[in-house]
């Protein structure tokens, strides 16, 4: 074979490498345009409020007689094809209780909370506070109020500050008027006298 007839043949061997590494390149391009097609219709749609309102009041009652009354900075829906519809209180929230009387047993306050429609459970975290009308102060980061059962629940750390003593334990369950509480287990109890009960509230850690 001649050496210029060898030049051309390895020319044109060239030649169909490259058009053969372009031709690779297109579908391989055209592949992954499509796989990112196919995961971004795949990928759940980002999840959208129904709607939202500004300083809200709720009344919740029984029978006709006020049980409880919600405030909160905000409020935000979640129920457009939600298998557990629920509403979202992002900047903070204060739930004061009733007795048959009408009279205000207890006030909970919380920084977030949750409330699910269907179960009607809410969900209270981070600086929970629960007040009753015998001074009587509950502090924990995580409550749960039950509607159905009336009881409000948590499995973490609590603190709870009397005007004789601060007693606390991990775990508790209390009627919503929090007239009765029981703690599931205490880790310690100081006594406390009424010069001192004051500063203990504000700057004892649980």
Known sequence: MSLSKTRNTLEHTHYLTKIFYII????????????????????????????????????????????????????????????????????????IFYNYQQIPTSTLS?????????????????????FNDKKEHLVTENLIWNQNTGKITSDKNIKIITPTQIISGKGIECEEDFS?????????????????????QNNESY
């Open 110 to 130: 919380a920084n977030q909370a949750v409330y699910f429609t269907k179960t009607q459970k809410a969900y209270l975290k981070y600086n929970v506070n629960f």
């Open 180 to 200: 009765d509480y029981t703690i599931k287990n205490i880790t310690g109890i100081i006594q406390i006298n009424d010069e001192n009960s004051k500063y203990n």
């Open 24 to 95: 690779l390149c297109f579908f391989v391009l055209v592949d992954c345009k499509n796989n990112k097609e196919k995961i971004k219709s795949l990928a759940p749609p980002a999840q959208r409020p129904s709607h939202k309102t500004k300083h809200v009041t709720l009344l919740y009652s029984d029978s006709t007689k006020l049980k409880a009354t919600l405030k909160s900075g905000e409020m935000i829906s979640y129920d457009k094809n939600e298998p557990e519809p629920f509403i979202f209180f992002p900047h903070s929230i204060e739930i």
